[in-house]
């Protein structure tokens, strides 16, 4: 790269412009994910078979998982590392507080808790690896597993009692582990305040993605409120659907 190059993308994250584009782009990815992601958990309603072939495809697929995977750790890396930038270039062009308390007229709530609401997602987003990827939290309702037995997958219990069982044979019982953890009361209440959070988080920052890609005007910028709106009242919806299913009884191993 020329060293005109580095200047250029010096001066541009350096600027307010720059971060923003950062955080578009890596945003539409964030969204793009908690779609898919939605979209994969909806198949827990098709019953333990669909799901868990779901499951075992996405783990015992590599070549999709981990460049997904590293895709969006650095997303979010990038994501995080723009905002930081730009609250700083917002603190230093405001170095001192309003005289008087500010008027925000029709600035929503989810756009003055971006970064509170940012900030949780961080959070949940570690306690959902060790929960749902790792096994951390709740090991037990991890730990479960299927064999294949004459052409249909039965519950095998534990993996360590599975040494004897060739690997093609067994496969991770996603279904029992997903409806085991919603079963616990404190853990059901932290996923649906969490995505109360990244519903919140959505509401903006999907309208705020799409003006920075150029809707930020006039009809342009309702038609961004009202997609922003819309999609994450749908991933809200989706996403507390599990826990509050599971809750009542309809989704059942």
Known sequence: MSESSEGRLHRLWNSSIGPKIVMGLTGLIGAGFVLGHLAGNLQVYLG????????????STPEIL?????????????????????TKLNWEARPHAYAAARKYGHTSYAALFMRGSGLLLLAFIVFHILHFTVGAVQHEAHDAYEVLKNGVWVPAGKRELLDKVPEALIRHDAHRMFITGFKSVPVAATYIVATLMLASHLRHGVASMLATLGLGMGRGRLLAERVSASFAAFIALGNLSFPIAVQAGLLTL
């Not at 590293?70 to 930038?85: D, E, G, P, S």
């Open 66 to 86: 981990w460049p997904t995977r590293i895709t969006l750790i650095v997303a979010v890396i990038l994501h995080v590392a723009a905002a930081v930038r730009l």
């Open 48 to 59: 333990s078979d669909v799901f868990n072939s779901y499951a075992h495809f996405l783990q």
